[in-house]
Structures are given as C-alpha cells and as structure tokens.
C-alpha cells in the first residue's frame, strides 16, 4: 500500500521540478545597480539586470535562438497633493543571437540599431543585461528643487522565439521572467 503513494510523491516532485525550475532554483530575475545622472544636456540612467540567464536560455542561444530583452524605464514628478505626473518613458529592447558559422554572439541594442560583436559568450551576456546610458529627458524640461524618480522593469520578451517554438507554451513558460519595478530617486 505505501508503494504507490511513494510513486505518486516522486511522480509530482518531479514534475515541478520540470515545471517550475526557476523557483526550484531560489534565482529571480532583479534590476540592481541603478544608476541616473545627468549628461551634458540628458537625464540619462545605468542599470544591470541579474540573474536573468538560465541555463536552458544559454542552450538556446548557442542553438541559434535569438533572445530579447525589453526593459521599461519611466520617469516621474512626485506632488504631494496629486497623483504623480509621468515626465519621460522609454522602452529598450535588446537582443542576443549566435552565428554558429561564424562563431560570433551579435547584441543588437536599441531596435537594431547598434550591434556589438562578441567572441565570448560571457561578454555578451554582460552587455545584454546592462543599460548603459539610456537617455530619458533633456534637462531643459526639468525643474530645478522638484522631486523626481525613476521606475525600472525588465521582461524576456517571448514573441520574438521562432513560430515552431511559439505553439510549445511549456518552453517558453520556463524562461518567461518580468522582474519587479525598480525605484531610484533622482536629484536635480
């Protein structure tokens, strides 16, 4: 009789191991290091994503699966007597894809429209998950003594997988991560 209660027990563990390996593993995806500053005429922000590689994402990419990013990043005026006003938003959409011929990792960063060569795979991985620089205001449209902040988010963005990979919804629910908003204050 405790055979297959036994069976039944392992039959499950198994199966949410299978199924939810990301919470089996205790990692979750988070922006760290937020930094926001000003340029010579921008407000502009730094920022890491970590531990957002899981190592069926890495067999994917070296298979040829190009992976994307998209970070939200929204800028705000606090008031104190109403809601907080939105000033600036910015989506940053950046994607990882491996030549297997060429033996090269390819970052396009911002849409496509700077792509960074890598012959390492932990290099490339470095600057998928960092923000370097985003610009999100000119300083002109600010004011000076008003409270500001920031609101960092990150997700791995699914649509982009190959259309065979799409109808597979177990794939794709495993690497499927969206991290929590992130706030930096930002001081004019």
Not at 135 to 160: E, F
């Amino acid at each position: 009789m405790r055979k297959p209660h036994l069976s039944l027990v392992i039959f499950l563990m198994c199966y949410l191991f299978l199924v939810f390996p990301l919470s089996s593993y205790g990692r979750k995806a988070s922006i760290t290091d937020i930094v926001v500053t000003d340029s010579a005429d921008h407000t502009t922000v730094y920022a890491r994503l970590a531990n957002c590689f899981t190592k069926r994402m890495d067999s994917a990419i070296l298979a040829g699966v190009p992976i994307t990013f998209t970070f939200f990043i929204d800028l705000y005026q606090e008031r104190s007597q109403w809601f907080d006003e939105k000033v600036s938003s910015v989506v940053v959409k950046q994607t990882i894809k491996y030549d297997n011929l060429k033996k090269l990792f390819y970052v396009s960063l911002m849409d496509g429209r700077t792509e960074s060569e890598f012959q390492d795979f932990d290099g490339a991985k470095k600057a998928m998950a960092e923000l370097n620089g985003i610009a999100l205001v000119p300083l002109k449209d600010l004011h000076k003594d008003t409270l500001y902040y920031v609101m960092i988010k990150a997700k791995l963005d699914s649509r982009q997988l190959p259309m065979y990979m799409e109808y597979i919804l177990f794939i794709v629910s495993l690497w499927d991560f969206e991290t929590d908003w992130h706030r930096q204050n930002l001081v004019l």
